[in-house]
C-alpha cells in the first residue's frame, strides 16, 4: 500500500451539491437541510486505516446525528475490483458497527472528485452555513503507531459546532 495525499477541497467552499443513493436505493441530498453541521466521511470496508477507526468513528458520528447534525459515510471504491466493498458488505458494516447515519455509494467517484478526496479515510465538516470548516484525519492514530483512537481532530470541530463556535 502505497501513502496517498489528497488535495483536498480548500476551507471555505461550500459544500458540492449533489444526490448519491444509499445502501437500501434511497436518494440522499448532500446539501440539504439546516443542521448545526454537516460531517461527510470517505470510507470503505477494506481500508486496514479505515478498520483501525470504525468503532469509535461510528460512536462519534452516531453521537453527531443525534445532535443535529447531517452525517454522511462515502464509499468512492471500484466494487468490482474491491469486492469487499460492495453493497452487501457495506450493509454488513452498517448493522456491525450500528451506523445510524446514511452510508452512501459514489459509484462513479464523482462526489469523491468534488470533494477532492484521494483515499480513505477523510473528513471534511462544513458548518451550518454549508462552509468546509474542517478536512483531514480522524486522529493521529494509525494501525501499529500504538497512538489511542479516540477521534480527537474531529470531535474537537464537531464540539465547537455544536456549541455554536465559530471555527
Known amino acids: 500500500m502505497t501513502l496517498t495525499f489528497s488535495s483536498m477541497l480548500p476551507l471555505g467552499k461550500k459544500i458540492p451539491s449533489s444526490v448519491l443513493l444509499d445502501v437500501n436505493n434511497k436518494k440522499h441530498k448532500l446539501d440539504g437541510g439546516n443542521y448545526k453541521g454537516y460531517v ?4 470503505c470496508n477494506h481500508c486496514p486505516y479505515v478498520i483501525h477507526i470504525k468503532e469509535k468513528m461510528s460512536e462519534i458520528l452516531n453521537n453527531a446525528y443525534r445532535n443535529d447534525f447531517s452525517i454522511f459515510a462515502i464509499n468512492s471504491n471500484d466494487m468490482d475490483n474491491y469486492p469487499s466493498d460492495n453493497k452487501e458488505m457495506m450493509k454488513n458494516d452498517i448493522k456491525k458497527f450500528n451506523y445510524n447515519f446514511p452510508y452512501l455509494i459514489d ?9 477532492r478526496a484521494m483515499c480513505t479515510p477523510e473528513f471534511y465538516i462544513f458548518d451550518n ?18 497512538e489511542i483512537t479516540d477521534g480527537s481532530e474531529l470531535l ?3 464540539s465547537a459546532l455544536n456549541q455554536g463556535k465559530k471555527i
Open 40 to 43: 461527510f466521511s470517505f470510507i
Open 107 to 115: 459509484e462513479d467517484q464523482s462526489i469523491a472528485k468534488s470533494f
Open 129 to 146: 452555513r454549508k462552509v468546509l470548516v474542517y478536512r483531514g484525519r480522524f486522529d493521529k492514530s494509525s494501525p501499529g503507531n500504538n
Open 156 to 158: 474537537e470541530v464537531i
